[in-house]
């Protein structure tokens, strides 16, 4: 790395900053501007004695020191005469000053709140949550009592990894010997890297609606999931990831991803071609969109490492062409072309959806062109399949 800039801003909401209080406030600014400086710091605030904070919550669900098996914690509480705001927080620590998860330290308009994703929780964890409400005037109550409970489900499988066998891929893994023990599994495909796993259609900025990616449920620890027969309904997707379930049907959290190498050629190469007869096949890889990311060019928020391939023939006799864009081998051989002959397909990664961006120097006319480009040997990867090709009258 040569040189590294990075340029932020700073928002600060009017919660976030500093409170001002009844009587006399010190209020300091300092820089460390050498230069000359204009800075103009207004202050502006509404003060109230006559307004009476918000009770504190008493809270409902989940009851303090009790294990809880539901596949999703809905936090409950009471309702809070004059309040229109709830704050809620969860935490591993005893006081709350940090949250667990960003998703538990929310304010709400309503008295309950309930997360659908399952694995937030852990087993042999103790978790602390409380709840305080906030007027229409914008005054916060007191914080309720704290509360405990703990989760009692599976733990994510482990030890993901794939099989090949005659021409098949197979998708093994473990039980974790953490939390309950599993009975069966959700099994999730998709092309996305790191992608959400999901039993229903859902929403993806940049995709629109989705459909589910749930593939298979098994009792098994192994998944058939790359195979060219068509008969075996493999998935051939280049990303896997699994759930577990327990005998009270409490799911637990997602494994890691596994991700295959790709490209990878999965489909079987013909074997026979008819002399004067047009021939044609596809070939069918393993494919990656990549993930959703954000760049600075329209339209912002979009999967820009999306691979695209070059399809190529390394040896093939002269009648065979491929589309480098599509994979499909065509031609029509010849009688003067009866006989065998080694085929042999090449699929390389390229990056179509890249973009390169101008970064100027700071006082020099030198521009780095380099930003986003894919010339590391890590973006590098390619495939080939051989194969004997016996053309018959």
């Known amino acids: 790395l040569l040189e590294l800039k990075i340029h932020t801003d ?28 204009q800075v103009l710091i207004t202050h502006a605030y509404q003060e109230s004695g006559n307004i009476t904070p918000p009770q504190r919550p008493k809270l409902q669900y989940p009851a303090d020191k009790t294990v809880n098996d539901d596949a999703w914690i809905k936090f409950r509480w009471n309702e809070v005469p004059g309040a229109k705001k ?21 304010y709400v308009g309503e008295t309950e709140l309930c997360n659908k994703r399952t694995g937030l929780f852990s087993t042999d964890e103790t978790y602390y949550w409380s709840v305080r409400a906030r007027s229409a005037e914008g005054v916060w109550g007191d914080w309720s009592s704290i509360q405990t409970f703990s989760w009692c489900g599976p733990n994510p499988p482990i030890e993901l990894k794939t099989i090949k066998q005659s021409g098949k891929i197979y ?19 998709s ?10 259609q859902y929403t993806l900025l940049s995709l629109g609606e989705v459909p589910s990616n749930l593939i298979a449920e098994t009792s098994e620890t ?52 008819k002399a004067g007869n047009p021939f044609k096949h596809r070939v069918l890889i393993l494919k990656s969109l990549g993930d959703l990311q954000y760049r600075y060019n329209a339209p912002g928020y979009a999967f820009w490492e999306r691979e695209g391939y070059e399809f190529s023939l390394k040896n093939a006799p002269k009648w065979l062409k491929i589309d480098p864009k599509t994979g499909i081998m065509s031609g029509t051989p010849r009688s003067q072309d009866i006989g065998e002959t080694s085929v042999t397909v090449k699929i390389k990664r390229t990056w179509p959806y890249e973009v390169t961006t101008l970064f100027a120097y700071q006082g020099t006319n030198k521009k780095d062109t380099r930003s986003f480009l894919k010339d590391a040997p890590e973006y590098q990867a390619s495939d080939e399949q051989t194969f004997i090709l016996n053309v018959i009258r």
């Not at 900053?17 to 000359?36: C, H, M, V, W």
């Not at 998708?171 to 495909?189: F, I, S």
């Not at 092309?191 to 039993?199: I, L, Q, T, V």
Request: hydrophobic letters at 25%; glycine letters at 4%.
């Open 10 to 37: 700073l928002l600060a909401t009017p919660i976030s900053l500093p409170r001002l209080s009844l009587g006399q406030n010190n209020i300091r600014y300092t820089d460390k501007n050498e230069d000359s400086r």
């Open 86 to 106: 709830y704050h809620i927080r969860v935490s591993r620590r005893h006081d709350l000053k940090t949250s667990y998860r960003p998703c538990f330290d929310v």
């Open 171 to 189: 998708l093994n893994w473990k039980p974790n010997p953490k939390g309950e023990k599993p009975v069966r599994y959700e099994v999730y495909a």
């Open 191 to 200: 092309n996305m890297k790191g992608f959400k796993p999901s039993r229903t």
């Open 222 to 273: 192994e998944l058939l999931i790359v195979s060219p027969d068509p008969k075996d309904k493999a998935q051939n997707k280049s990303s896997y990831r699994v759930i577990a379930i327990d005998e009270k049907g409490t799911p637990g959290g997602t494994s890691w991803p596994l991700e295959l190498e790709h490209p990878y050629i999965y489909n079987s190469p013909p074997t026979e071609a």
